[in-house]
């Protein structure tokens, strides 16, 4: 593939001169399937990258649950209903418990950026190979 990336392939395929219509039929038809080929390796790889994201940030999902549920049932509704005193221990916990959650919001942010980027580019996985063989020519001949 001489071009810079498949759409340029295509569109150098499709502007070529050829001796009849069946030649340029049989020339397009092999380019696109090639092109969509490649679109649809690529295209699972980057599935399966989206899928591996997902499953690594399971734990701050299930971080952020603890830590809700720590604060909320365990400590502001006993110290707002009054079955819980709000003594040094608890004020301690407290402490502890919001900053836990305020390290967990920044990691929950972190894992919901890096979720819209992998769904960005799954959602445009031809664009996205297509930016991947500018950024990486050496992938062009693969």
Same mark, same amino acid.
């Given at each position: 593939?001489p071009?810079?990336?498949?759409h ?5 395929v499709r ?6 219509r069946?030649?340029?039929d ?5 380019a696109?399937?090639y092109?969509f080929d490649?679109?649809?390796?690529? +295209? /699972?790889?980057l =599935? #399966?990258?989206?899928?591996g994201?997902?499953a ?5 999902? @299930?971080d952020?649950? &603890?830590v ?6 365990e ?5 707002a209903s009054?079955?819980?005193d709000a003594?040094q221990?608890?004020i +301690? /916990?407290?402490? =502890? #418990? ?7 919001v920044?990691?929950?942010?972190? @894992?919901?950026?890096? &979720?819209e980027f992998?769904a ?18 050496a992938?062009?001949? /693969?």
């Amino acid at each position: 593939m001489p071009a810079n990336d498949l759409h340029d392939f295509r569109l150098e395929v499709r502007s070529t001169v050829y001796p009849n219509r069946a030649a340029e039929d049989a020339a397009v038809a092999a380019a696109d399937e090639y092109s969509f080929d490649r679109v649809r390796n690529f +295209e /699972r790889s980057l =599935k #399966a990258t989206a899928e591996g994201h997902i499953a690594r940030q399971e734990g701050v999902v @299930a971080d952020a649950t &603890a830590v809700t549920t720590e604060l909320r049932d365990e400590l502001c509704f006993p110290l707002a209903s009054g079955t819980l005193d709000a003594d040094q221990p608890t004020i +301690e /916990r407290y402490q =502890k #418990a919001l900053s836990k959650a305020t390290s967990t919001v920044a990691r929950l942010r972190e @894992a919901a950026k890096q &979720a819209e980027f992998h769904a960005a580019r799954c959602d445009d996985a031809y664009g996205t190979y297509n930016e991947t063989l500018r950024a990486y020519p050496a992938l062009r001949n /693969r």
